[in-house]
C-alpha cells in the first residue's frame, strides 16, 4: 500500500500554480501553463532562432529573373573625389573612365565642405569645377550635395577649424557656405538639382552632432531663397519611416541595401520585398515624381579596415557578381523615378587591379 503524502501535493500545487494569495487569472494560471509546456516554449525558440538564421544569413534574396532591362534615363552614380582617395585613385582618371567608358549621364557629386574651404574664410572650387565643366562636355546632369553631412564615411566631413567653434559660429558657418556654394553653381544648366545633407534623421550611422530639425528646415529655406530648383532630401530606406522627409524635401531619395553588416550578428540579408519600399512612400504621401533611390549598394560592406584592402571572400559576403545584378535588377523593379548606384569608383579599383566583371555589367547599363 502506498501512503501519498499530502504536504508534498500542495508543494507541487504550489509551485505549478502559485500560492492562494497570487493573482487569480493571470500569474496562477500562466506559470502553471507555462511549467507545464517549457519544452514546448524551448523548442519553439529554437526553431524561431534557427528560421532567423536560415532567413537572414543563408538564403540569397535574388530577383527570379534577371535582365537589366530598364530605362534610358532610369541610372546614375555617386561620384566622391574623397572616396577616389581613400582607394588610391587619381579621381580625375577615374572620373573620366566614367564619363567616357561608361557613359554615365546622371551623376550625384557630393561638395564635402573640408575640401573646398580648408582654411576659413578661403574657397577653392576649382576641383568640383572641373568636375561639372568636364561633365556639361559629356551632357552630364548633376545633383549637388551641400552641407555638413555628406555621402561617404564618417558622413561630417567638416574643416579642421570647424572644430574651435561652438554651436551658433558652427550653424552661421554652415548656412555661410551653403550660400557660397549655391550661388557658384546655379548658373549651370548642367545642374538638375540640389540635396541638401545626407540622411540628416539617421542618428544611428556616422560621426555627426545630433539633428535639430529646425536648422535643417532653415538650410532648406536658404536653398529655396537662392535657387528655385527642386531640392532632394534623403533617408534610409530600411531603418527609417518617410512621413518627416517628406514635408520638408521636394523629392526624397531612399536609400536600398540587401546586404548589411551587424557587429552582434554579422552578415545579414534583407528579406525585404518591393512593396515595403512603395508601401512606406504610399503613407508618407510620396506620388512616384517625387521618389528616386540615392544609394543602391553596388559595392562591399567593409566591417572593418578599408576596402582596398578588403579580400575577394570578404568581399562575396555582401557584393560578388550575383549580389551586384540582382541589386541592380531589384531596383529596376522597384522602378522609383531614377536610382543613384553607388560604388563606380570601386568598380574602377576592381578593374584597374584585375578584375573588370563589375565595370564590364556597368558599362551595358549606360551605354
Not at 545642374?191 to 532653415?218: H, K
Not at 531603418?239 to 521636394?250: H, T, V
Not at 584592402?309 to 541592380?328: C, D, H, R, V, W
Amino acid at each position: 500500500m502506498v501512503i501519498r503524502d499530502k504536504n508534498a501535493d500542495k508543494d507541487k500545487d504550489k509551485e505549478i500554480n502559485g500560492n492562494k494569495g497570487d493573482n487569480k487569472i493571470f500569474p496562477k494560471t500562466f506559470k502553471g501553463w507555462y511549467l507545464r509546456h517549457r519544452n514546448i516554449w524551448r523548442a519553439s525558440f529554437i526553431l524561431i532562432a534557427a528560421l532567423a538564421f536560415y532567413f537572414l544569413k543563408l538564403v540569397d534574396y535574388y530577383p527570379l529573373r534577371v535582365d537589366l532591362k530598364h530605362r534610358p534615363d532610369f541610372f546614375g552614380v555617386t561620384f566622391s573625389t574623397e572616396f577616389c582617395d581613400e582607394l588610391e585613385l587619381d579621381w580625375r582618371e577615374t572620373y573620366a573612365a566614367m564619363l567616357d567608358e561608361l557613359k554615365v549621364k546622371y551623376v550625384r557629386i557630393p561638395i564635402y565642405w573640408d575640401e573646398i574651404e580648408k582654411e576659413e574664410g578661403i574657397y577653392d572650387f576649382s576641383k568640383y569645377d572641373y568636375l561639372l565643366e568636364e561633365g556639361a562636355k559629356h551632357e552630364v546632369k548633376f545633383i549637388i550635395s551641400v552641407g555638413r553631412r555628406l555621402p561617404r564615411w564618417p558622413e561630417c566631413h567638416n574643416p579642421a577649424w570647424l572644430n574651435r567653434k561652438d554651436e551658433i559660429a558652427t550653424r552661421v558657418a554652415t548656412l555661410k557656405t551653403i550660400r557660397t556654394i549655391i550661388e557658384r553653381y546655379r548658373s549651370y544648366d548642367s545642374v538638375e538639382y540640389w540635396q541638401v545633407e545626407n540622411e540628416p534623421f539617421l542618428s544611428t550611422f556616422g560621426v555627426c552632432p545630433d539633428l535639430d530639425p529646425e536648422f535643417l528646415q532653415q538650410e532648406f529655406d536658404l536653398v529655396r531663397s537662392l535657387d528655385n530648383r527642386q531640392i532632394i532630401i534623403t533617408g534610409s530606406g530600411e531603418l527609417e519611416f518617410w512621413n518627416r522627409q517628406a514635408k520638408i524635401g521636394d523629392i526624397f531619395g531612399s536609400t536600398l541595401y540587401r546586404v548589411v553588416y551587424n557587429s552582434r550578428f554579422g552578415f545579414m540579408k534583407y528579406p525585404i520585398p518591393t512593396g515595403y519600399y512603395n508601401l512606406k512612400a504610399k503613407l508618407a504621401g510620396l506620388s512616384p515624381e517625387r521618389l528616386m533611390i540615392l544609394e543602391l549598394q553596388a559595392e562591399p560592406w567593409v566591417p572593418q579596415g578599408k576596402m582596398m584592402y578588403q579580400s575577394e571572400p570578404e568581399t562575396n559576403k555582401s557584393m560578388g557578381i550575383e549580389q551586384f545584378k540582382a541589386n541592380l535588377q531589384y531596383a529596376i523593379n522597384l522602378n522609383f523615378r531614377r536610382t543613384y548606384i553607388w560604388g563606380v569608383e570601386w568598380w574602377y579599383f576592381q578593374k584597374k587591379y584585375g578584375n573588370p566583371e563589375y565595370w564590364r555589367i556597368a558599362e551595358g547599363l549606360f551605354n
